[in-house]
């Protein structure tokens, strides 16, 4: 029994000694060391951290939203580690090199607004505002090329180089609306091409012009020169070819237009003189794209085909005259 004792009084003293023991460490500890965090990058060390959650919440939020300015996210390839450690009470926390590092290795996306122009992109800009601001310029400007003119948001990991002014980029996109050219209604040029007839001077011969001719509209053939109809009155000195209302009309030759405008019965009128006393004819225009004095190319387009003056249809009534005479132009063309 009292070997007992004495033992037990023994083991009483040893784990006294090692419960002091254990505080004095645990006093040292306190004083010297901390609990922290080790936070560690594709296996290195990068730093410490007190606040974990804090910090990993900052670095969430900014590959969700990047940085509220031009990067709009960010595309991260790997997350930092923590481990729970002791380190001495000296060792701070270096949270935000830790977080530049984690971004660092990352790939940013910028928020891009470009403005494209049939859907190839031309220029940049900062907003949607900017955006908006460059569409409305060129309408309110008519720029002819606004219906090609769009803008769309892009993400892109290169950084595009943004204009600073929105004027800068309505002045390089916009297009001057074409002028549209008087047409006069002169019944002739008089530096050139004399006086235009269209009476029933006719001729079934055929004579050499001198000039090579082409067909100014392609159609059917709806009244022969020479034949005669109750919607005239007189023998027919022309033409007629059935076509669509708007057709393009090509000039059959180059030349120089000596009338462009209203002529009686004929309605729309155009002629060119080719020369050497030639003249084309283009009656019942619905529209004329030329003016008196204007130089033109042979396949040129100088009209659209209608029905204006004496026609009961869309057709091109054409003439071919030499000195006044009309002549068929079935002998060349058609």
Excluded at 218 to 226: N, Q
Excluded at 234 to 242: E, Q, V
Aim: proline share 2%; glycine share 10%.
């Amino acid at each position: 029994m009292k070997f007992v004792l004495i033992h037990l009084r023994k083991s009483v003293r040893l784990i006294l000694l090692l419960l002091i023991g254990a505080c004095l460490i645990g006093a040292i500890l306190y004083f010297l060391y901390k609990p922290t965090y080790a936070v560690y990058l594709d296996g290195e060390l990068v730093g410490y951290t007190d606040e974990k959650k804090e910090l990993q919440d900052k670095i969430n939020l900014y590959i969700k939203s990047g940085d509220g300015k031009e990067v709009a996210f960010y595309e991260i390839d790997s997350m930092p580690e923590y481990e729970e450690v002791y380190s001495k009470k000296d060792v701070t926390s270096n949270d935000e090199e830790i977080f530049d590092t984690v971004i660092a290795k990352g790939t940013p996306y910028y928020k891009q607004y470009a403005i494209l122009v049939d859907k190839e992109e031309k220029y940049y800009v900062s907003s949607y505002d900017e955006a908006e601001e460059v569409i409305n310029e060129l309408k309110k400007k008519k720029s002819t090329n606004i219906k090609e003119i769009t803008y769309s948001v892009k993400y892109s990991s290169d950084e595009k180089q943004k204009e600073t002014k929105t004027s800068t980029v309505v002045s390089k996109l916009y297009k001057k609306p074409v002028e549209k050219k008087k047409v006069s209604t002169t019944n002739y040029y008089s530096s050139g091409g004399g006086n235009i007839r269209t009476g029933a001077n006719i001729s079934f011969s055929k004579v050499a012009l001198g000039v090579s001719l082409k067909r100014p509209i392609s159609g059917t053939i709806s009244s022969r020169f020479g034949s005669r109809s109750s919607v005239r009155s007189s023998i027919h000195t022309g033409l007629d070819i059935a076509a669509r209302l708007g057709t393009p009309i090509k000039a059959a030759a180059g030349g120089t237009v000596v009338h462009a405008g209203w002529k009686g019965s004929l309605g729309k009128l155009i002629v060119i003189s080719h020369g050497n006393g030639v003249q084309t004819y283009y009656a019942h225009c619905n529209s004329i794209g030329v003016s008196v004095g204007q130089k033109i190319s042979q396949g040129e387009v100088i009209g659209k085909v209608g029905s204006t003056g004496n026609s009961t249809g869309p057709h091109l009534h054409l003439e071919i005259r030499v000195n006044g005479v009309a002549y068929n132009p079935q002998n060349w063309l058609y």
